[in-house]
Structures are given as structure tokens and as C-alpha cells.
């Protein structure tokens, strides 16, 4: 029996790993869950988890859920705020904590939960391309393990299972394209939000989208695979798979290639960061080449999504720059899941403000230092999107 507790229970991995969960009742238990404000759901999963704590971002909705909740024979302790999170993340005897939080805010809930011991599944992905420097030490410091929860990372981690160390010489990522990737290049600059919510092959939360749109994704996963795995850039690529059945591949030192295959389902990465090193037998659909029928790749195109691009130079450039991209990217995204800019505004808002940051501590940052460069980033977008009134 394994002991979980997940930030953003009530998302799009927070709800499939509670799928799990009810699915395989003898191999796992909940301990606790948070979410940020969709009371209704998460009261609904107190029922049927009963959690021993539960967090709240919005404090204002405290007594919407103590009164959902107040015919139970049980009260788990309640938390709200950054500080709640902080509080579940690292609560009790849970044994791995899901990161299904998004953005940056899951930071410190990660490094709080590390800390006190635990395994991380990650999902959230931001937080390792923001937070690298400072999280990978403190993984070592406390022994844990950091489990990749996001489709491609499992794929590449599951391949790399009897790869003696050193193996590895390049990581191939697969991508979608995203919900652009048949509309010409011209047509992009008048696609509206609702449009770019449309993905031909996943159905997840509205950032990562909206990421997947921009292959802003895409980028951010290079930066993930290069924290995870360890390889230099110049040996992640990137390859546009439409049909997303071959979820990555890695190419190891003999030329060899191994991949992992799979229908687009993120059950089975996440079940996979849960069980590791274990398989758990399941009745989900086996995947059927014949049916899956063609597999093919072309080529990402950097003019259409200069977006990739920018986050290898940032990755490359290192330090607290990764944060700034990460962080300038979320308030671009927003910005545009508001209305308030363009589609194309997303990639140029992030390269003026990574050209305009300058670090200090370009190798080792600090927490502060990452905290600091997340700030700027995110204000600076702000700014820029006013000043330069491109707000419609
Ligand atoms: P989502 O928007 O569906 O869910 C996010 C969850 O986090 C919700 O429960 C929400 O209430 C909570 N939350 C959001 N911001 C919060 C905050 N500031 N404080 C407290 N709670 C907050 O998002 P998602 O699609 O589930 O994505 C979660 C993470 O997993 C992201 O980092 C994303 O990049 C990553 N990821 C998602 C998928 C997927 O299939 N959805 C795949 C790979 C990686
Ligand atoms: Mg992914």
C-alpha cells in the first residue's frame, strides 16, 4: 500500500491519479489533497478519499467547504494559502507527493515536500525548470526520488531502466504540434483562445494548452529532460509525432533506439511514477499498432514556433534564465487566456524579457535568487504588455 498525497486534485492529473487510485483501492491511499478553488469537486473527493488533511488556496471559501463537508463522520484538518500548501506537501506518512499544481506556486510545496522525506511525481513541470538548480541538490541531500509523471519524461525514464549509467547519448522528445499544427504559418497571428484550447490529442488543463499551441511545451520539456536525465542540450531533440502513440525515444551509446510505446492516456505515466519500480497489471486498452496505423515525424518548424528555441537559449544560458522564461511565459499565457494580447504576442513578450535580464549568479542561483528572477520575469511582462499597449 502505497501513501500519496496530491497538490491540484482537482485538475487534469489531479483527477487521474485519483482515478487510479479508486481503480487499484489495495495499492494506494490517500493522505492528502489540495486544490485552488473549485470547492464543490474537492469536497466530493474528501467523501470518497477521506483525506487526513486538505488545503485551500482561497481562504474566503473555508465555509463553503466546512458546510459541504459537515454530515461526515470526519473532519480532516482543514489549511488555506501558499502556507497550506506548504503544510499538505509535507504532512504526515505519505510516501510521494503528486505535483499536479500549476506554475511556478509549486515551487515551495515540492521543496517543503522533499524535504520532509518524500518522493516527488512530477507533473508539475515548471517548478523543476524553474526551481533545477536548487531542487536536483536538495533530492540528493534528502535521498528522495524524483519520478517523472509527465508523458514524455516517463518514456524516456522507463526506457532508460537497464541503461547502465552513461549509456545515454541523446533523448529524442516527441511532439503533437499542438492545435496549430496544420494551420499555415500566416493565419497564426488571428487565432483566438479558444481555438488554441483545442488539442488534437491530449485533454489537459488551459496552460499547458495554450503551451502546446505555442510548442512553448515543448521547450519547457527540453529544460525538464535536461534536469531529469542529465544530457547537454545539443543532444535533446525535438520530433513532430502526430499521432502520439511513441511517447519518446532515447538513443544509447551503441546507436541502439528504444522507445515507449502507448495510446495517449497520462494514467500510464502517472500509475508508473506511483508503482516504479513495480508494474501494476491494469485492464486498460492495449495499445493495437493496426489500429494505431501510421506512425509518422516531420521536422519542428522554429519559424512557426520560435518559441522552442527560446527555451533552449535559456536552457543553455542556465542560472536563475530558465525561471525567467518559465515565469514570463505564465504571465504571457495568462495574459493571453484573458484576451488581453495575441497569440503572437506569447513568444514576443518571453524573448524581450530573457534579452533584457541579467544575473548576478549566473551558475549556482539561490532560492531567493530563482524567487527574485521569477518576479522580474512576470513583472516585466506585465509592463511591457501596457507599455507597449499591444492589450486589445
Ligand atoms: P489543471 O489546470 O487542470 O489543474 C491544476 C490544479 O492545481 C487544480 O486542482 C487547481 O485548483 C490547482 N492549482 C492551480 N494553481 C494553483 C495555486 N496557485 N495554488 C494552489 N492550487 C493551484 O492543470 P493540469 O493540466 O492538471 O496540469 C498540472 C501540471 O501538470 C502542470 O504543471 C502541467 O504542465 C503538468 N502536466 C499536465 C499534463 C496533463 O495531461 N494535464 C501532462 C503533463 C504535464
Ligand atoms: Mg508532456
Given at each position: 500500500m502505497k501513501r500519496i498525497t496530491i497538490l491540484g486534485s482537482t485538475g487534469s492529473i489531479g483527477t487521474q491519479t485519483l482515478d487510479i487510485v479508486s481503480q487499484y483501492p489495495e495499492q494506494f491511499q490517500i493522505v492528502g489533497l489540495s486544490c485552488g478553488s473549485n470547492v464543490e469537486l474537492l469536497a466530493k473527493q474528501i467523501r470518497e478519499f477521506r483525506p487526513q488533511i486538505v488545503a485551500l488556496k482561497q481562504e474566503e471559501q473555508l465555509t463553503a467547504l466546512t458546510e459541504a463537508i459537515s454530515d461526515l463522520d470526519y473532519t480532516p484538518i482543514l489549511v488555506t494559502g501558499a502556507q497550506g500548501l506548504i503544510e499538505v506537501a509535507r504532512y504526515g506518512d505519505a510516501q510521494t507527493v503528486v505535483t499536479g499544481i500549476v506554475g511556478c506556486a509549486g515551487l515551495l510545496p515540492t521543496i517543503a515536500a522533499i524535504e520532509a522525506g518524500k518522493d516527488i511525481a512530477l507533473a508539475?513541470?515548471?517548478?523543476?525548470?524553474?526551481?533545477?538548480?536548487?531542487?536536483?541538490?536538495?533530492?540528493?541531500?534528502?535521498?528522495?526520488?524524483?519520478?517523472?509523471a509527465d508523458s514524455e519524461h516517463s518514456a524516456i525514464f522507463q526506457c532508460l531502466q537497464?541503461?547502465?549509467?552513461?549509456?545515454?547519448?541523446?533523448?529524442?522528445?516527441?511532439?503533437?504540434?499542438?492545435?496549430?499544427?496544420?494551420?499555415?504559418?500566416?493565419?497564426?497571428?488571428?487565432?483566438?483562445?479558444?481555438?488554441?484550447?483545442?488539442?488534437?490529442?491530449?485533454?489537459?488543463?488551459?496552460?499547458?494548452?495554450?503551451?502546446?499551441?505555442?510548442?512553448?511545451?515543448?521547450?519547457?520539456?527540453?529544460?525538464?529532460?535536461?534536469?531529469?536525465?542529465?544530457?547537454?542540450?545539443?543532444?535533446?531533440?525535438?520530433?513532430?509525432?502526430?499521432?502520439?502513440?511513441?511517447?519518446?525515444?532515447?538513443?544509447?551509446?551503441?546507436?541502439?533506439?528504444?522507445?515507449?510505446?502507448?495510446?495517449?492516456?497520462?494514467?500510464?505515466?502517472?500509475?508508473?511514477?506511483?508503482?516504479?519500480?513495480?508494474?501494476?497489471?491494469?485492464?486498460?486498452?492495449?495499445?493495437?499498432?493496426?489500429?494505431?496505423?501510421?506512425?509518422?515525424?516531420?521536422e519542428p518548424d522554429h519559424q512557426k514556433y520560435p518559441c522552442m528555441q527560446l527555451a533552449y537559449a535559456a536552457g543553455k544560458a542556465g542560472g536563475a534564465m530558465p525561471a525567467v522564461l518559465n515565469a514570463a511565459n505564465e504571465q504571457a499565457v495568462a495574459l493571453f487566456l484573458e484576451e488581453k494580447i495575441s497569440f503572437l504576442d506569447i513568444p514576443r513578450l518571453i524573448e524581450d524579457c530573457c534579452a533584457h535580464f541579467t544575473s548576478q549568479n549566473t551558475t549556482s542561483p539561490s532560492l531567493e535568487d530563482i524567487l527574485a528572477a521569477d518576479q522580474y520575469a512576470r513583472r516585466e511582462v506585465l509592463t511591457k504588455s501596457l507599455k507597449s499597449k499591444i492589450w486589445v
Open positions: 508539475n513541470k515548471e517548478t523543476l525548470i524553474a526551481g533545477g538548480p536548487v531542487v536536483l541538490p536538495l533530492v540528493k541531500k534528502y535521498g528522495v526520488n524524483l519520478l517523472p537497464g541503461v547502465p549509467p552513461g549509456g545515454l547519448r541523446r533523448i529524442i522528445l516527441t511532439a503533437s504540434g499542438g492545435a496549430f499544427r496544420d494551420l499555415p504559418v500566416e493565419k497564426l497571428s488571428l487565432v483566438t483562445v479558444s481555438d488554441a484550447l483545442k488539442h488534437p490529442n491530449w485533454s489537459m488543463g488551459r496552460k499547458i494548452t495554450i503551451d502546446s499551441a505555442t510548442l512553448m511545451n515543448k521547450g519547457l520539456e527540453v529544460i525538464e529532460a535536461h534536469y531529469l536525465f542529465g544530457l547537454d542540450y545539443p543532444h535533446i531533440d525535438i520530433v513532430i509525432h502526430p499521432q502520439s502513440i511513441i511517447h519518446s525515444l532515447i538513443e544509447v551509446q551503441d546507436t541502439s533506439v528504444l522507445a515507449q510505446l502507448g495510446w495517449p492516456d497520462m494514467r500510464l505515466p502517472l500509475l508508473y511514477a506511483l508503482s516504479w519500480p513495480a508494474r501494476i497489471q491494469t485492464d486498460w486498452p492495449t495499445l493495437d499498432l493496426v489500429k494505431a496505423g501510421n506512425l509518422t515525424f516531420r
